[in-house]
């Protein structure tokens, strides 16, 4: 995803770091915004739901589906 896109997450790939995430508020069906990312890519910034901005190395990210 390029800074200030949108998408919707879909499901995930790692079982382990799905529980991770979904208790973090990322739930499949909630759209999700890149927000900001660090100056060496690493990590990333995005914003679920329009409520909060979550910080994510991009390995954790990686293991999120979106569309």
């Known amino acids: 995803m390029e800074k200030g896109e949108r998408a919707v997450i879909k499901a995930f790939r790692d079982r382990a770091m799905s529980l991770k995430l979904l208790e973090m508020g990322c739930v499949p069906g909630t ?8 100056p060496f890519g690493d990590p990333i910034c995005i914003n679920i739901g329009g ?17």
Request: include cysteine; aromatic fraction near 8%.
């Open 31 to 38: 759209e999700v915004r890149l927000d900001a990312v660090a």
């Open 51 to 67: 409520w909060y901005c979550l910080a994510l190395r991009r390995d954790e990210a990686a293991s999120i589906e979106v569309e």
